[in-house]
């Protein structure tokens, strides 16, 4: 198991064991059970209190990996392999996630959305967004927002950190030419958010088609509006940059994870302290002026290579 997977699955039986137990040395060794994530019931039976540690992981590994990745959420993964770490998931065991492909964990992901009774916005949520969608696109923006913030708190982090994952995806998708722009993911996972749009029968009829289309769009549309629009509010996209370790942009506004570390003690590293911090400033604010002034630079996609602090 990797150095990544250790820390991600360690005491990973809650939200915040995940987020909060990893790298410790004193750390208590792996359980044998893990939260269960229950497939076919309604998502507040799943999450409970929170996010399953195990869900939150396999979401982890798409955020970090899929960008990088062709077509993640349009090629189908391995059968036996999902079997098997459905089975893993809803038995509570410990997942190893390195021995399982990105694809086979989006393909898991999206069998999962698909089994949520009602859907993941549920039938009334899908038919407020059927009609938003056809709104003048200020008040479309308003009337999103609003059905996203009433949902449930844990709905509201799921749906952000998989949007936030699909934008980064989108956001990479002509410079790693993974061929997945927000139109191919739109088009990939609606039937999975929006179960209206999938036929009953064996045939689907034109009315189906239609409702896919309008779906397609709606997707495509939240992932492009991911952050211009701030459509999940400051509480979820700070939930997202804590959990993720990305940095996002959320109408001309930077938000981050991290903070500056305690100044040191001695004078020369106080002096070696005030310099790269001085040097770290500087360099926020030539990306700043960069991103103002239409040259493009992606920190989405690269949420390692700096430590904004804007």
Not at 187 to 212: L, Y
Not at 274 to 290: F, H, M, V, Y
Request: aromatic share 8%; glycine share 6%; with cysteine.
């Amino acid at each position: 198991m990797s150095n990544w997977a250790r820390r991600m699955h360690r005491r990973a039986a809650t939200l915040s064991n995940v987020v909060t137990s990893c790298g410790h040395p004193n750390s208590l060794p792996y359980p044998r059970r893990l939260e269960k994530v229950k497939f076919g019931v309604p998502l507040h039976e799943v999450c409970k209190d929170d996010i399953p540690g195990p869900l939150l992981v396999l979401i982890l590994k798409l955020n970090k990996e899929a960008p990088l990745r062709r077509d993640v959420f349009r090629a189908p993964g391995h059968q036996g392999a999902m079997k098997k770490l459905i089975h893993f998931l809803q038995t509570g065991r410990l997942v190893n996630v390195d021995n399982y492909s990105v694809y086979t964990i989006a393909s898991v992901l999206k069998k999962f959305l698909r089994k949520i009774p009602g859907g993941v916005f549920g039938r009334d949520g899908e038919m407020h967004l059927f009609t938003a969608v056809e709104l003048p696109e200020e008040q479309q923006v308003d009337e999103i927002r609003r059905l996203l913030l009433s949902l449930p708190v844990c709905t509201q982090r799921l749906l952000v950190l998989l949007f936030g994952t699909f934008r980064v995806m989108a956001s990479n998708a002509d410079k790693a030419g993974t061929g997945m722009t927000s139109e191919a993911l739109g088009v990939s996972v609606a039937p999975s958010f929006f179960h209206s749009c999938v036929s009953d029968g064996k045939t689907a009829t034109m009315e189906d088609v239609q409702r896919f289309k309008v779906a397609t769009r709606i997707m495509r549309q939240l992932i492009e509006q991911f952050s211009a629009g701030d459509l999940f509010g400051r509480d979820n996209y700070e939930y997202y940059a804590r959990v993720t370790g990305r940095i996002l942009r959320v109408k001309d506004e930077w938000i981050c994870s991290f903070r500056d570390p305690p100044p040191p003690r001695h004078h020369r590293d106080q002096e070696a302290y005030a310099r790269q911090l001085s040097l770290e400033a500087e360099k926020t604010w030539l990306q700043c002026e960069c991103d103002r002034w239409g040259n493009k630079f992606n920190l989405e996609g690269h949420p390692n290579e700096s430590r904004l602090s804007c």
